[in-house]
């Protein structure tokens, strides 16, 4: 089942690398790409392309430091399954740094700085403005939406990874300078974007799609480990079924439901093409 999901993954993966400056020729996706989220997500990938992950490591050991949140990265990897010590852990490199020495002296070499002009990369981009923490993620996150989008309470805009006093203290701030028109409504407070057109001047150009990689990657992810775990086995299905059923609040949050109800046969192949589907999401459409 999962093997040509699997292959989707990697496929993925190499698109949103190679924009990012892995020395790759993938076409460059069209929608844009969380950082943190990728590489909190290439443990369950690497084993499956070997030339991909020695890549990635160059970037990480080489740019990363430029772009990362390692606080962010933290909170992500928190939500991801647990993996053996088996394969290359990507989250650890940057988060403990290489303990061997010689893994500076074995990266390729052959990454280069992003092109930070390609759509993909408003989080990127945003960061460079604003620097590397929630105020940038926030801000590439109100330029993603529509113009006719309504106001939005702290709980839509926060990007997965940053507390929510973090954003609340971001968001007042941007309505203190005037680029957010602070609503109070009881019980709830909400945002109103109201310089626009000003914040998405200075993002541009904006990607087709902005969507929520982190749980779409956590959803994925156990839907692989789960198959390496238990792939082989005729309890495969219930496992992948008891699985995804502990994570329907998760999935709730991206407006996804996975599809754990009817036979064992039925369930694997309907988890293969809702898994598949994360992969090609119709998110926040951005403006160009």
């Known amino acids: 089942m999962s093997e040509e999901l699997q292959k989707q993954v990697v496929e993925l993966a190499w698109r949103h690398w190679t924009a990012l400056g892995v020395a790759g020729v993938a076409p460059l996706p069209e929608h844009a790409i969380d950082l943190e989220a990728l590489i909190a997500f290439m443990p369950f990938v690497a084993a499956a392309d070997p030339r991909l992950a020695r890549e990635c490591v160059d970037w990480c050991v080489r740019i990363a430091p430029s772009f990362v949140s390692i606080s962010r990265l933290r909170q992500i990897v928190r ?63 109100l330029a993603t939406r529509s ?78 480990e789960t198959w390496r775990r238990f792939g082989l086995r005729a309890s495969y299905p219930i496992e992948l079924a008891k699985v995804l059923d502990k994570l329907r609040p998760l999935a709730a949050t991206i407006e996804e439901r996975p599809p754990i109800v009817g036979r064992p046969s039925v369930i694997v192949d309907q988890v293969t093409r809702w898994a598949a589907a994360l992969l090609a999401p119709k998110g926040r459409a951005g403006l160009r």
């Not at 939005?152 to 929510?164: D, E, F, H, N, Q």
């Open 79 to 141: 939500l991801m399954p647990s993996r053996g010590e088996d394969g290359l852990d990507l989250p650890k490199l940057l988060l403990e740094g290489p303990k061997d020495p010689s893994v500076r002296a074995k990266v390729s070499g052959k990454s280069r700085m992003p092109r930070l002009e390609h759509p993909a990369l408003i989080q990127l981009r945003s960061r460079y403005i604003f620097g590397v923490g929630a105020r940038a993620d926030v801000i590439s996150v």
């Open 147 to 224: 113009r006719g989008a309504e106001a939005a309470r702290i709980s839509s805009l926060r990007s997965v990874g940053y507390t929510k006093p973090a954003v609340a203290t971001v968001m007042g701030e941007l309505a203190a300078a005037g680029v957010l028109e602070k609503l109070v409504t009881s019980p709830a407070i909400s945002y109103k974007l109201i310089k626009g057109t000003s914040l998405r001047a200075l993002l541009a150009p904006l990607p087709r799609q902005a969507p929520s990689w982190p749980e779409r990657f956590v959803l994925i992810a156990n839907v692989l």
